[in-house]
């Protein structure tokens, strides 16, 4: 084989294992910052002016709870990947898992939306997320990593309240961080959860068993649009709901 004939099959036989690689068919994943590699592996480092990839993300959660969060991509892309240093990534909207990941073979402007599960130890969590311009042999873009905290419940009162209740949350409105309170008269299973007026699920801050006592739970409303949201408190039979005024 001569020369050229030789230096074109090697292109091609490359080609063909960089879109194995990349899983074309399936998403791109392993290839944010997480990996401390920048862009495709070794292989296409540069930046690009053609997107931008912007990470929305609370603040603050509590452990083993989950929240909404959401990737902004402005501008052309082909793919997106989204990561995280620990917890629990599922789509909503435009995304699909992939090797524990979150991605899109066909990304494009708009917004993407998932959820992520903290884990059950205090501590923090980084998401990552980078979209392709131009083609997967093209440049990526590498949004700002988040950092979120992770805490247990901030505060438990050893009072054995008298009855079952969910205080209004204050402040109300709030923009974006405001604490839930509630009692329990009686220890049980007890879930804590946050919907949109459409009765979607935006946060769930409580899953677990609780003893009785007196709870305090900080909420960070970040990424989500102002409005009224509800939140419910269920306990075995029990349950009590409250409007919360988010004003941005």
């Not at 791109?28 to 990839?53: D, M, R």
């Not at 990737?71 to 699909?96: C, E, F, H, N, Y």
């Not at 979150?102 to 599960?117: C, E, H, I, K, W």
Request: with cysteine; glycine share 10%.
């Amino acid at each position: 084989m001569t020369p050229g004939r030789t230096l074109v099959a090697t292109m091609a036989t490359l080609a063909v294992l960089s879109a194995a690689a990349l899983g074309r068919g399936n998403g791109v994943s392993g290839y944010t910052l997480k990996t401390n590699a920048a862009g495709c592996g070794s292989c296409h480092t540069s930046a690009t002016q053609n997107a931008s990839v912007t990470i929305k993300y609370p603040a603050a959660m509590n452990t083993s709870a989950s929240a909404q969060c959401t990737v902004i991509v402005a501008g052309s892309t082909t793919g997106v990947d989204i990561a995280s240093s620990s917890g629990t990534l599922a789509p909503i909207l435009r995304l699909k898992a992939l090797n524990g990941e979150l991605t899109q073979p066909s990304a494009g402007t708009g917004t993407y939306v998932f959820t992520l599960t903290a884990p059950s130890s205090p501590g923090t969590v980084t998401l990552y997320a980078t979209g392709v311009s131009g083609g997967f042999a093209g440049s990526w873009a590498h949004a700002t990593n988040g950092t979120i905290t992770v805490a247990s419940v901030a505060s438990v009162e050893e009072n054995t309240p008298t009855a079952f209740a969910l205080e209004q949350n204050f402040p109300n409105p709030f923009n974006p961080a405001t604490t839930i309170a509630y009692s329990l008269p009686s220890s049980g299973h007890v879930t804590l959860t946050v919907y949109d007026l459409n009765g979607r699920v935006v946060a769930s801050l409580i899953n677990a068993t609780q003893s009785a006592g007196s709870y305090r739970v900080p909420y960070t409303a970040e990424g989500l649009a102002s409005g009224v949201y509800i939140a419910r408190l269920t306990a075995g039979a029990r349950s009590a709901i409250r409007k919360l005024a988010l004003l941005k």
